[in-house]
Antibody, heavy 119, light 110 residues
Framework: QVQLVESGGDMVQPGRSLRLSCAAS????????MHWVRQAPGKGLEWVAF????????YYADSVKGRFTISRDKSKNTLYLQMNSLRADDTAVYYC????????????WGQGTLVTVSS | QSALTQPASVSGSPGQSITISCTGT?????????VSWYQQHPGKAPKLMIY???NRPSGVPDRFSGSKSGNTASLTISGLLAEDEADYYC??????????FGGGTKLTVL
């Protein structure tokens, strides 16, 4: 069965960096695009970034463009989100999600990892 | 990348039907049949309920249905059950090769 397990969430100060990881199993990781989605405390879902199956295409929300970088390592079946210049409004639970091939939706989600940006 | 517009809350009694709307623009909802809907219970990860406007993944009850007209998509839940009480989010692929969520709708089963 598909499993996505996020890790790396922590409390960091504004301006610092953090890298999130998402370990994937139960499917052929290299065949599917992957997303990061976040949810601020008590708020709605916000799409953050997408990477294509081969890593050649990357797309970002305007709110994180230039600060966050999505990447993947097919040898480790792992998705990453490098977050730089963190701000208080980046505080959220970050979910990784698998793309439903050719349907442009998110069919499996991890349980999320909490990032808190505070001084 | 403005969020799609959903009502903040809807409610219904067990056995009734409710509909949640999701309004976007011609650059997202109106321009593509890539509208999906997600159910989220408190403290849990979202779950895909509808994809490509009206398709249900296996395991999702046929009480859940989706449709679209112009720039507005809709999720209908018929025969409401207590377990349907949750937050619901719509999502659309956009002309910028990004994705956008709606603000979310809290469904209360009375």
């Amino acid at each position: 069965q598909v499993q996505l397990v996020e890790s790396g969430g922590d409390m960091v100060q504004p301006g610092r960096s953090l890298r999130l990881s998402c370990a994937a199993s139960g499917f052929t990781f290299s065949s599917y695009g992957m997303h990061w989605v976040r949810q601020a405390p008590g708020k709605g879902l916000e799409w953050v970034a997408f990477i294509s199956s081969d890593g050649s295409k990357k797309y970002y929300a305007d709110s994180v463009k230039g600060r966050f970088t999505i990447s993947r390592d097919k040898s480790k079946n792992t998705l990453y989100l490098q977050m730089n210049s963190l701000r208080a409004d980046d505080t959220a639970v970050y979910y990784c999600a698998k793309d439903f091939d050719a349907s442009w939706c998110l069919d499996y989600w991890g349980q999320g990892t909490l990032v808190t940006v505070s001084s | 990348q403005s969020a799609l517009t959903q009502p903040a809350s809807v409610s219904g009694s067990p056995g009734q039907s409710i509909t949640i709307s999701c309004t976007g623009t011609s650059s997202d909802v109106g321009g593509y049949n890539y509208v999906s809907w997600y159910q989220q219970h408190p403290g849990k990860a979202p779950k895909l309920m509808i994809y490509e406007v009206s398709n249900r993944p296996s395991g999702v009850p046929d009480r859940f249905s989706g449709s679209k007209s112009g720039n507005t998509a809709s999720l209908t839940i018929s025969g409401l059950l207590a377990e349907d009480e949750a937050d619901y989010y719509c999502n659309s692929y956009t002309s910028s090769s990004t994705w956008v969520f709606g603000g979310g709708t809290k469904l209360t089963v009375l």
